[in-house]
């Protein structure tokens, strides 16, 4: 199966990928939010994507009408007479006058959410620069939190870049693994850690990440062996940012099933790939990716 990778293609195109409709839907609604904020918000500076919209590892949602989360930062000068509930509040009043935006706001601890109904939330989260470092505003304790998702998108597209942008699909693949068999809880930032990490830079070029099945194996297997070595839940570091730990999502009961689960995904997806029949390996590949892959090359 390893020279074969059109059905992993069919399958990311017609299952797993956000559909060009609904993508088109999100960009238009940023675009008129920068298009509003960029001429009436004060210190407006510019937007950023973030999360699985700024990585470009959306899914679909389960079912067609299901909504789906999407995050965008607005970048704002500092103020100094402004506290941290001064951005939130700025940002929800200056997108309450446009009439577009008002009956779509949802004011949120972090960020101010547009609510489409029946098609996507977008997260609108005002950052701010003070000090050299880049921090979101907490509306309820009235504090700044540091970030840095730039930095974090910076790191994930290096990583995607060494496997030619397999490691994106493969991410997208493991979301929806999680999505639609519901075989375990993790959130969307820890899943693509794990999978970020698992890849280094000596795989640029090699065998291991050269097909959207290889990279799939690769991170399945390498994630499989770390978390192995890890009976008790560890902490999974921000790499951009290594104040930060991604596992405050997880308790031990829900690490021990994600850590079986990924152990008997590597096994299936390792004989998949070795598999010397691509009838044999689609039907082994089925038992992790479900029906619908590769539909129409075998019965």
């Known amino acids: 199966m390893t020279k074969n990778n059109r059905p992993f293609r069919e399958f990311l195109r017609y299952e797993v990928n956000l559909n060009q409709d609904r993508l088109h839907r999100l960009q238009v609604s940023v675009r008129d939010v920068n298009r509003h904020l960029k001429g009436n918000l004060p210190g407006y500076q510019r937007i950023d994507r ?67 109904a029946g098609d996507f939330h977008l997260d609108v989260v005002p950052r701010v620069t003070r000090q050299g470092g880049h921090f979101i505003c907490n509306w309820e304790k009235d504090c700044f939190e540091e970030t840095d998702g730039t930095g974090y998108r910076n790191w994930f597209s290096e990583k995607s870049r060494i496997t030619r942008v397999n490691l994106k699909r493969a991410v997208r693949l493991l979301k929806y693994v999680r999505d639609r068999q519901h075989n375990y809880v993790a959130k969307s930032i ?13 795989d640029r070029g090699t065998e291991a990440v050269r097909t959207v099945a290889n990279t799939l194996t690769t991170v399945l297997t390498r994630m499989d062996g770390y978390l192995q070595r890890h009976p008790i839940m560890p902490e999974i570091k921000n790499p951009a940012m290594l104040s930060e730990d991604f596992n405050r999502h997880w ?7 994600f850590r079986e689960r990924v152990h008997s995904h590597a096994q299936i ?31």
Not at 190 to 202: D, E, Q, V
Not at 251 to 257: K, L, P, S, T, V
């Open 50 to 116: 973030q999360g699985s919209y700024g990585l470009d590892t959306l899914v679909k949602p389960v079912n067609e009408n299901d909504e789906y989360d999407a995050d965008i930062q607005v970048v704002i000068n500092p103020n100094p007479n402004w506290k941290a509930r001064d951005y939130l509040n700025a940002l929800c009043e200056t997108l309450s006058r446009e009439y577009n935006f008002a009956d779509k706001i949802e004011m949120g601890n972090r960020c101010v959410t547009l609510n489409y």
């Open 190 to 202: 820890l899943l693509t850690t794990l999978a970020g990490n698992a890849i280094n830079s000596s």
């Open 251 to 257: 308790n031990q009961d829900r690490y021990d099933y």
């Open 269 to 299: 997806a390792q004989q998949a790939l070795a598999s010397p029949s691509i009838e044999d390996s689609i039907r082994l590949w089925r038992r992790l990716l479900g029906n619908n892959f590769g539909r129409g090359r075998i019965g």
